[in-house]
T-cell receptor, first 112, second 114 residues
Framework: SQQGEEDPQALSIQEGENATMNCSYK?????LQWYRQNSGRGLVHLIL?????REKHSGRLRVTLDTSKKSSSLLITASRAADTASYFC????????????FGKGTKLTVNP | NAGVMQNPRHLVRRRGQEARLRCSPM?????VYWYRQLPEEGLKFMVY????????ESGMPKERFSAEFPKEGPSILRIQQVVRGDSAAYFC????????????FGDGTRLSIL
């Protein structure tokens, strides 16, 4: 069953603007991970945030996690054309297995 | 420092044939996962393996699909008697031992069924 749901499904912005993508999930989690996928390629791991963390930064990326609302957001600041990709959130649940449950992704287009 | 290696990158099979997809995890990673992605969709979990053990196969179709991760060599995802609906991108990921670790993905195998 679908766990993570990204919002919006598609986002188009100009270079230099910030991009915010949201993810909601349904069950209790151990962690939430964000990935980027360029067309025709594999997924690149961006950030893992654990259930006891609220915010994490990596370069131009900022991820927040609100376990009370079962939601997370990914902020990309000062976007570049090279950030154009699909972004997925994935949750690792507390069920014992290490499997990830992915949403359908947000397709981000950064126009030069 | 090689990442997760998958081969082949592209595989074409006719209906009824067998498909074998291989995955070598990152060095030091003992956990392997297989996911399937249909066009414009997110990834769907198939199976999670550790060396010589299947830990979670809750996402595997009941028939025709099998996976292994032997003591030596790569992990193999095997699809017997392929059908058109098996056409998809199949991704392998690996992670180090211990829970709550990021999974690192290969570039996938794109399987096309004629």
């Amino acid at each position: 069953s679908q766990q993570g749901e990204e919002d919006p499904q598609a986002l188009s912005i100009q270079e230099g603007e910030n991009a915010t993508m949201n993810c909601s999930y349904k069950t209790s989690i151990n962690n939430l991970q964000w990935y980027r996928q360029n067309s025709g390629r594999g997924l690149v791991h961006l950030i893992l945030i654990r259930s006891n963390e609220r915010e994490k930064h990596s370069g131009r990326l900022r991820v927040t996690l609100d376990t009370s609302k079962k939601s997370s957001s990914l902020l990309i600041t000062a976007s570049r054309a090279a950030d154009t990709a699909s972004y997925f959130c994935a949750t690792g649940d507390q069920g014992g297995s290490e499997k990830l449950v992915f949403g359908k992704g947000t397709k981000l287009t950064v126009n030069p | 420092n090689a990442g997760v290696m998958q081969n082949p990158r592209h595989l074409v099979r006719r209906r009824g044939q067998e498909a074998r997809l291989r995955c070598s995890p990152m060095k030091g990673h003992s956990h392997v996962y297989w996911y399937r992605q249909l066009p414009e969709e997110g990834l769907k979990f198939m199976v999670y393996l550790q060396k010589e053990n299947i830990i979670d196969e809750s996402g595997m179709p009941k028939e025709r699909f099998s996976a292994e991760f032997p003591k030596e060599g790569p992990s193999i995802l095997r699809i017997q008697q392929v059908v058109r609906g098996d056409s998809a991108a199949y991704f392998c990921a690996s992670s180090p031992p211990g829970g709550n670790q990021p999974q690192h993905f290969g570039d996938g195998t794109r399987l096309s069924i004629l």
